[in-house]
């Protein structure tokens, strides 16, 4: 743990459990703290990710080391936190807020945003939605930790799945939200029509969505694909750049997503993207290079594009080798780590209003 007196930037995350937000916290944290000293104030966090205690806060100096101190929050009970620090307890914060939305705000929210000092959007459709001027500042990918894989069918092998013949698959919290329903239903049909074609659907179910899951499960039994169709429980974040190295297509089926990280993740692995027309995946997805965006909703949409590149061996390497350059060149982490430390640089600078 660091002392809170000796950080310019806190970044709380006050949910305990797995989420986006946290995910994106862990990546971008690391980063941020070696441009600025920046902290985390969260209830659970991996150890090697600079923290300040929560209960520190009440009591961590009126003044940061530059005057004022940034507090990027990401929630709504964040923004709160913040604003209870500055205005309660005196604290000298400057808050920020990222908003990864793309829905119309609660009434709360909106009074919580229009008291922010600067709101961050991660894409041009989730600023539309706001109420005020945003900076667009996407996502980005450790495209060190996500890579290519040097020998697909070994990557597989480690993994127990088949090495050989064509692979798809579909990663994250199985509801139908998120689509697994019409990953399952495209896989189905593609699984028919390419003998030697397996597809994984890996992640939690949480216990409102079990029958959901079941449900799912039991239509690929009544299929006789059990076999060919797996599924898989969620794996810790660092195991998760070889289950995207050993897809050939990677499928996004949400019908609703505030940005989702999934496409990034996966073309930054070498594997071409399928994705609904949600969230921000039409800003991630060149289109006809490194995959397609369907409209969402649509099992059967999903079923034509995928198949388009798997019935193609020589455009589907030609548009893992751009999934790659793409990602590289457009969605590094460290450019989205330096944006936003240059806005924290910006406010510590400020003069009193």
């Keep these: 743990m660091i002392s809170v007196n000796v950080i310019d930037v806190i970044v709380p995350n006050f949910k305990r459990r797995l989420s986006g937000v946290t995910a994106t916290v862990v990546r971008l944290a690391p980063l941020q ?83 922010m000092d600067v709101v961050i959007a991660t894409s041009e459709k989730t600023a539309a939605y706001l109420e005020r001027p945003a900076r667009v500042i996407r996502h980005g990918i450790d495209n060190t930790t996500f890579s290519p894989a040097a020998d697909r069918g070994a990557v597989r092998a480690r993994l ?30 593609l699984c028919a029509a390419f003998p030697d074609l397996r597809a994984v659907v890996m992640g939690r179910a949480q216990p409102k969505d079990a029958a959901f899951l079941d449900d799912l499960r039991q239509r690929v039994r009544a299929a ?6 797996l599924f898989r429980d969620e794996v810790p974040v660092w195991e998760m750049p070889d289950w995207y190295r050993a897809l050939d297509v990677y499928v996004a089926p949400q019908r609703w997503e505030g940005f989702g990280l999934t496409p990034l993740e996966a073309m930054a692995c070498g594997v071409p993207v399928v994705a609904a027309d949600v969230g921000a995946f039409r800003e991630l997805v060149a289109e006809g290079e490194t995959g397609f965006v369907v409209d969402a909703g649509s099992a059967e949409r999903l079923e ?10 020589a455009r589907l390497d030609r548009f893992r080798a751009a999934a790659r350059t793409h990602v590289e060149r457009q969605f590094d982490i460290h450019t989205e780590a330096g944006a936003l430390v240059a806005i924290y640089q910006r406010l510590l600078a400020e003069e009193d209003a």
């Design 33 to 115: 703290a070696r441009m600025i000293p920046l902290a985390v104030a969260a209830p659970s966090m991996p150890p090697d990710i600079p923290q300040v205690p929560l209960w520190s806060l009440p009591l961590m100096s009126r003044r940061g080391p530059s005057g004022w101190r940034v507090w990027h929050a990401r929630r709504n009970v964040e923004m709160i936190g913040g604003l209870a620090l500055r205005h309660l307890l005196g604290k000298r914060l400057r808050l920020v807020f990222t908003s990864a939305s793309q829905r119309h705000h609660t009434g709360l929210t909106r009074w919580l945003i229009r008291r």
């Design 160 to 189: 127990g799945l088949a090495p050989d013949g064509l692979l798809i698959g579909c990663y994250g919290r199985i509801r139908a939200q998120k689509g697994t329903d019409l990953f399952v239903e495209a896989a189905l049909r």
């Design 224 to 229: 006789g694909m059990e076999h060919r169709i």
């Design 304 to 313: 034509r594009a995928a198949a388009e590149l798997l019935a193609d061996p």
